[in-house]
C-alpha cells in the first residue's frame, strides 16, 4: 500500500510530486524518495520516515526538468530506511512499484548470477534491474517493460522512466490501482486521483494487466501482450478543497464531523422527499461504470428490479470496518427485507471454497475499492455464477469496476487511515437497499416503506446532535487512560458497532480492546472483568434492551468500570455506569449510525491524548491493496 506520483510535462515536476505525495501519504509512509531527469542525468532524493523528512532534505536541492516519480513507502521487502525507499535506479532506468513481486528471490538470485550490483532489500530494486538488462536489447523502455513482466509474478504496479529518452513515462498496473491523469500538454500518474486533483479532474483507470505509454502528451495503452487498448476518460467531480483538512486537527476529525452530511448524501440519488419512497438510481447491473451517468434512471430501476426478484440470498463480504457494516447489513436485509444474509471477511471467504447457491446476490463493501482481499473475493463469486454489486467509496476503482452493479458511499475523499464518514454511509446505503429489496419483494407496504425512508432522512440531523461529544471526550479521555482494557458489548444490530469501536480504539490507540455480542459474557468473557476492565455498554432503547441492562449488572456486579450509551436520560443506565452517554430517541435501524459516533470520538481523543498520529496510525495504511 504506497503512494506513487509520476510527471511528465513542461513544468517543474519536484513539486507537483511532493504535493501529490502528500495527498497519498496515508497509503503509507514509513519513508519516501523523488527522481527527476535532470539535464541527461537523474537526480535522486530519498529518505526514511514521513514524507517530512524528505522535504526538509528537498530544501537544499535545486531541481529542473519535465520528467520525474516519487513514492511514499509501505514497507512490505525491506527495512524502512533509505536505502530501501523509492524510486530505485539502475543504469538510467528509474522506477516505483506498489505491490509484491512473489517470486523475488528466484529474481534475486538470477541477477546476482550474472553479477547484478543489487543495493537494497528490496523486490522493487529487481524490477528495475530487468527492465535495464532488457533496454540494452531494445533501446525502448515500454518493450522492455513488456518483457520484464514475462519474468515477474505478483500484484503490482510501476512507474518507470529512463535517462536515454527524457520524453517518456511508462506506467502498468496489476492489482494496486493506478490512475492517468489527463492535463493540458501534461500527464500525470499516480495511486489515487487525490494526489492529482489540483491539477486535472480528467482520468484513466488502468485496469489489471495494462501499460500506459506516455510520450508527452500522447497516452497509448497496450494490455501487457501488446495489444492496443483504447480506453474512455471519466471526470470527477471532487473538488480539491474536498481533500484538505479545513481547519480540523486531522482529517479524521474533519472526517467525522462530515457524517451527516455524508449520510444524506449517500442516500440522496435514492429517496424520494416527496412522497418517502426508494429508487436505487443508476445500479447499472451490467453496464460498465463510466457508462452510468448515461443510463436512464426509469429503466434502469426496472432492470435493478428484476435482478433483485431473483435473488434468494445475499452474502456481504468485506474487512475491517467494511465487514461491521455488513455484519449491520445482515440485520437490515434479514430484518426489513426478510431474506437470509451470510457475512464473511473477504480474507477467509476467497480461500474457503464457499459454496454459492444459485440466485444469490454477493455483495462487497470497500471504501478504496482496492482491497486485495475483498477484490478476490468479487472474482471469486463472479467465477462461481453469482451476482455481485459493490458498495464503493472511489468510483471506477478495481472493484467498483469488476462489479455487476454499483452503489456508491458518495461520502467524498476519506483521508484518515481510521474510516468514519464512509463507514456510516454504507450504513445509509444498506439500509437504502434493504428497503428497496423489501419494497421489491413486496414484504413492506408503502406505509411501510415510507416510516423507513422518514426515519432514514432524520438521522443526519440526529447525528448532528451526537458531535457534541466531541467536547466531552476532549475533556474525558485522559481519566480512560488507566484502564488496561475495554470491552465493547452490543446486542442485535448493535453487536457490529461494538466491534467496530473495539477497532476503532485498538488502530488509534493502540490499546486492547474486543468487541463482543453482550449476550456471550456470561460464556466467558465475564472471567476478565475486574476494576481495570473498562465495559462499553451499547444500549439503546430496543426490543433487546432489557437483556443489554442485565448484561451490564453481570459485569458491574463484578467491578467492572461502565461507559453506557442509551436513549434519552436513562436514570438506569446512569447509576449503574461511570460514564453515560445519551443519543436521541431513533428507529432501530439509525442507532447504529448514532452509537458508531461518540465510540469514533472516544477513540480519537484517546489516541490524541497519548500523542499518536490520528491519521496515520502505526503499522496501517489506508487501502490495504496487499493480502
Ligand atoms: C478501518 O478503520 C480500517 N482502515 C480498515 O479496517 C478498513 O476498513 C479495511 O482495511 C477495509 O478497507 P476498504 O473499506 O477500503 O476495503
Known amino acids: 500500500m504506497c503512494g506513487i506520483v509520476g510527471y511528465l510535462g513542461p513544468q517543474n515536476p519536484k513539486d507537483i510530486i511532493v504535493s501529490g505525495l502528500k495527498k497519498l501519504e496515508y497509503r503509507g509512509y514509513d519513508s519516501a524518495g523523488i527522481a527527476i531527469l535532470d539535464g541527461g542525468k537523474t537526480k535522486r532524493v530519498r529518505a526514511a520516515g514521513k514524507l517530512k523528512a524528505l522535504e526538509d532534505k528537498l530544501l537544499s536541492e535545486k531541481f529542473d526538468g519535465h520528467i520525474g516519480i516519487g513514492h511514499t513507502r509501505w514497507a512490505t521487502h525491506g527495512a524502512p530506511n533509505e536505502r530501501n525507499a523509492h524510486p530505485h535506479q539502475v543504469n538510467g532506468v528509474s522506477l516505483v512499484h506498489n505491490g509484491i513481486i512473489e517470486n523475488y528471490m528466484e529474481i534475486r538470485e538470477d541477477l546476482l548470477a550474472r553479477g547484478a550490483q543489487i543495493s537494497s532489500d528490496t523486490d522493487s530494486e529487481l524490477v528495475a534491474h530487468l527492465i535495464a538488462e532488457e533496454i540494452v536489447k531494445t533501446a525502448d523502455l515500454y518493450k522492455a517493460v513488456q518483457k520484464t513482466l514475462v519474468k515477474i509474478r505478483g500484484a503490482f504496479s510501476i512507474v518507470a522512466f529512463w535517462e536515454e529518452n527524457p520524453h517518456q513515462l511508462v506506467a502498468f498496473k496489476d492489482g494496486p490501482p493506478l490512475v492517468v491523469g489527463l492535463g493540458i500538454n501534461e500527464t500525470f500518474v499516480a495511486s489515487d486521483v487525490q494526489a492529482l486533483l489540483q491539477h486535472t479532474n480528467k482520468f484513466i483507470y488502468l485496469d489489471d494487466r495494462e501499460i500506459a505509454v506516455i510520450t508527452g502528451a500522447d497516452i497509448k495503452i497496450f494490455s501487457a501482450e501488446g495489444v492496443s487498448i483504447s480506453k474512455k476518460s471519466v471526470e470527477l467531480n471532487w473538488d480539491p478543497q474536498m481533500v484538505e483538512k479545513q481547519g ?228 474525558a479521555a485522559h481519566r480512560l487512560k488507566k484502564y488496561k482494557g475495554f470491552l465493547y458489548l452490543g446486542r442485535g444490530v448493535s453487536f457490529p458497532i461494538a466491534m467496530e469501536g473495539a477497532l476503532k480504539l485498538k488502530e488509534l490507540a493502540y490499546m486492547h480492546a474486543e468487541g463482543y455480542a453482550a449476550g456471550e459474557m456470561k460464556h466467558g468473557p465475564l472471567a476478565l472483568i475486574d476494576e481495570n476492565m473498562a465495559i462499553v455498554m451499547l444500549a439503546p432503547h430496543d426490543e433487546l434492551y432489557e437483556k443489554s441492562i442485565s448484561n451490564l449488572e453481570e459485569a458491574r456486579a463484578r467491578g467492572a468500570q461502565v461507559i453506557a450509551i442509551g436513549t434519552g436520560d436513562n436514570e438506569k443506565l446512569k447509576s449503574i455506569s461511570q460514564y453515560y452517554l445519551s443519543l436521541p430517541p431513533a428507529h432501530w435501524m439509525i442507532n447504529p449510525l448514532l452509537e458508531a459516533i461518540p465510540l469514533q470520538l472516544m477513540a480519537y481523543h484517546l489516541a490524541s491524548s497519548l500523542g499518536y498520529d490520528v491519521d496515520q496510525p502505526r503499522n496501517l495504511a489506508k487501502s490495504v491493496t496487499v493480502e
Open 248 to 475: 480540523y486537527p486531522h482529517f479524521m476529525l474533519k472526517e467525522i464531523y462530515e457524517q451527516p452530511r455524508a449520510v444524506a448524501s449517500a442516500m440522496a440519488p435514492h429517496v424520494n422527499t416527496e412522497d418517502f419512497s426508494v429508487k436505487l438510481k443508476n445500479v447499472g447491473f451490467g453496464s460498465p461504470v463510466h457508462a452510468l451517468d448515461e443510463l436512464e434512471s426509469e429503466s434502469d430501476w426496472k432492470k435493478t428490479q428484476e435482478v433483485l426478484k431473483g435473488i434468494e440470498r445475499i452474502f456481504i463480504i468485506a474487512c475491517g470496518t467494511s465487514s461491521y457494516a455488513g455484519m449491520v447489513g445482515k440485520y437490515l436485509f434479514e430484518q426489513i427485507s426478510k431474506i437470509p444474509v451470510e457475512v464473511d471477511i473477504a480474507s477467509e471467504f476467497r480461500y474457503r471454497n464457499p459454496v454459492i447457491p444459485n440466485k444469490t446476490l454477493v455483495m462487497t463493501i470497500s471504501q478504496s475499492g482496492e482491497t486485495a482481499d475483498t477484490l478476490a473475493a468479487i472474482r471469486l463469486a463472479k467465477e462461481k455464477g453469482a451476482t455481485t454489486l459493490s458498495i464503493c467509496n472511489v468510483r471506477s476503482s478495481t472493484i467498483d469496476r469488476e462489479a455487476h452493479g454499483h452503489l456508491y458511499m458518495n461520502s467524498g475523499p476519506e483521508i484518515g487511515v481510521a474510516s468514519t464518514k464512509a463507514f456510516t454511509s454504507t450504513l445509509a446505503i444498506l439500509s437504502t437497499v434493504a428497503i428497496a429489496f423489501a419494497r421489491t419483494r413486496e414484504v413492506i407496504n408503502q406505509k411501510q416503506e415510507q416510516e423507513f425512508v422518514r426515519a432514514l432522512l432524520a438521522a443526519p440531523s440526529q447525528m448532528e446532535g451526537v458531535l457534541a461529544y466531541d467536547k466531552y471526550f476532549d475533556e
